[in-house]
Nanobody, 118 residues
Framework: QVQLVESGGGLVQPGGSLRLSCAAS????????MNWYRQAPGKVRELVAQ???????NYADSVKGRFTISRDNAKNTVYLQMNSLKPEDSAVYYC????????????WGQGTQVTVSS
């Protein structure tokens, strides 16, 4: 049974930090590109950060220099360290695992709420 379980969300003041974790099970984690997406009310889901199977990373322009994605293949876990948080970072954050082409499997977690407010 495939599972992606996010944790670490919560309420934080502007300028603060949070670390999200996503524990994966039921699939070959090391063979999947891992992504963090977010969706704010009334907005489309957007890709925030990505870590490839080789450890390469990509970020949305809005979070570059503030967020860091990493993965631990031994623990089947992907992380998102979020620093210098802004109110506009408030959203539900989703973990996604996507298989490399030509395969098409894609798995999603249930999401974790991040609220940045004073």
């Amino acid at each position: 049974q495939v599972q992606l379980v996010e944790s670490g969300g919560g309420l934080v003041q502007p300028g603060g930090s949070l670390r999200l974790s996503c524990a994966a099970s039921g699939f070959a984690f090391s063979n999947y590109v891992m992504n963090w997406y977010r969706q704010a009310p009334g907005k489309v889901r957007e890709l925030v950060a990505q870590v490839t199977t080789g450890g390469g990373t990509n970020y949305a322009d809005s979070v570059k220099g503030r967020f860091t994605i990493s993965r631990d293949n031994a623990k089947n876990t992907v992380y998102l360290q979020m620093n210098s948080l802004k109110p506009e970072d408030s959203a539900v954050y989703y973990c996604n695992g996507r298989q490399l082409p030509p395969f098409t499997n894609s798995y999603w977690g249930q999401g974790t709420q991040v609220t940045v407010s004073s």
